[in-house]
């Protein structure tokens, strides 16, 4: 082979090298990546994350569990508002206010965790089929982070 010849192939080779790498790289970077059902890290509850306006939120859309002992829908007793201890658990806005911010990253939001009626500072990061959401109070250091499953 002639050396112009080599110097052609390497240069397309490099080329469809760097095509691929910039069209993964979009790919990846897909701020509605989130979008769709999820199952809690103790498959507890499905939350379904849709847009609201320019920012992403979740809500209750499924419970392992939809009634308490006595037969009724569970409803958010445990939430300090008075005004909102009667309202029901399934259809409720768990995450709210997420903005992407690139690299599957999506930021200032918040959560609210039904079980300690407590509201939290939250992200959310996104790896394949698994959603790591934390929560935290302050900075992101002090919190907890559960992973949710995306469901099929």
Not at 1 to 14: D, F, S
Not at 43 to 59: D, L, P, Q, S, V
Not at 60 to 77: H, N, Q, T
């Amino acid at each position: 082979m002639n050396k112009r010849l080599v110097l052609i192939l390497a240069m397309t080779a490099a080329l469809v090298l760097i095509l691929f790498s910039v069209g993964t790289a979009l790919a990846q970077d897909n701020p509605d990546a989130i979008l769709g059902d999820w199952l809690t890290e103790k498959g507890t509850a499905g939350i379904t994350i849709y847009k609201c306006g320019k920012e992403f939120c979740g809500k209750v859309s499924w419970l392992k569990e939809p009634k308490d002992k006595d037969g009724k829908d569970k409803v958010d007793d445990k939430n300090p508002d008075a005004t909102k201890k009667t309202r029901p658990i399934m259809g409720m806005n768990l995450v709210w206010g997420f903005e992407y911010k690139g690299g599957n990253k999506w930021e200032d939001g918040a959560i609210y965790d039904p079980e300690e009626g407590k509201t939290y500072k939250c992200k959310m990061t996104l790896d394949g089929e698994k959603l790591n959401v934390r929560g935290y109070v302050g900075i992101s250091l002090i919190g907890r982070t559960t992973v949710w499953s995306k469901k099929k």
